[in-house]
């Protein structure tokens, strides 16, 4: 069965590093996104990709966030200049479809000492 | 705007009972609801969804949901429990009505515990 990769599983990172994760979504899939998910939190969005192209995106995503399609399987989302507060799970997840289910990846835990 | 609550930080229940996890919602078109599962260490599993139709939904692992309208309630169940089904339950809520509404609205989840 397809699924969603994510890499890395956890990255421990600086305040005030660059860092880039990476997602592989599921081949035949148009959407995608990431979400984030703080420590004892709710699950929360972040931003949706379509088409090459931000299709929508919350407040918590400011300009230290960007996301990218660099290949035909890739997307990738990255934080410039990363803060305390960025430390969290990050989930990746593809849909075929705009309102069809979202398939998650595992996720990749992201420390910022 | 959207919302979603689930009033259970923690169920409870005894392997082979009947088991429910509540979730209730706000949004101002017709909602379109999904059930997601998280096991330790792993990314969230679709369960099941309703989007219209029968208001009784079936998904994965024998698990069903019930959508309410007049309620607003999507509660999901499950006939008997397995110790297996223990884990973080996640209820989750897109409004198809919002303009570029691609995004779920996740509840704070329910951690289900099954006792054998």
């Known amino acids: 069965e397809p699924e969603v990769t994510q890499t890395p599983s956890h990255q421990v990172t600086q305040m005030g590093q660059e860092v880039i994760l990476r997602c592989v979504p599921i081949s035949n899939h148009l959407y995608f996104y990431w979400y984030r998910q703080i420590l004892g939190q709710k699950v929360e969005f972040l931003v949706s990709f379509y088409n090459n192209e931000i299709s929508e995106k919350s407040e918590i995503f400011d300009d230290q966030f960007s996301v990218e399609r660099p290949d035909g399987s890739n997307f990738t989302l990255k934080i410039r200049s990363t803060k305390l507060e960025d430390s969290a799970m990050y989930f990746c997840?593809?849909?075929?479809?705009?309102?069809?289910?979202?398939?998650f990846g595992p996720g990749t835990r992201l420390t910022v000492t | 705007a959207q919302s979603v609550a689930q009033p259970e930080d923690q169920v409870n229940v005894a392997e082979g009972n009947p088991l429910t996890v509540k979730c209730t919602y706000s949004v101002s078109g017709n909602p379109y609801l999904f059930w997601y599962v998280q096991y330790p260490n792993r990314g969230l599993q679709f369960l099941l969804k309703?989007?219209?139709?029968?208001?009784l939904v079936k998904g994965s692992y024998g698990f069903e949901a019930e959508f309410n309208k007049s309620q607003t309630s999507f509660h999901l169940k499950k006939p008997s429990a397995l110790v297996s089904d223990s884990a973080l339950y996640f209820c989750a809520v897109r409004d198809p009505s919002q303009t570029g509404a691609n995004n779920l609205f996740f509840g704070t989840g329910t951690r289900l515990t099954v006792i054998p």
């Open positions: 997840a593809s849909s075929v479809l705009r309102l069809y289910e979202q398939y």
């Open positions: 309703y989007i219209t139709g029968d208001n």
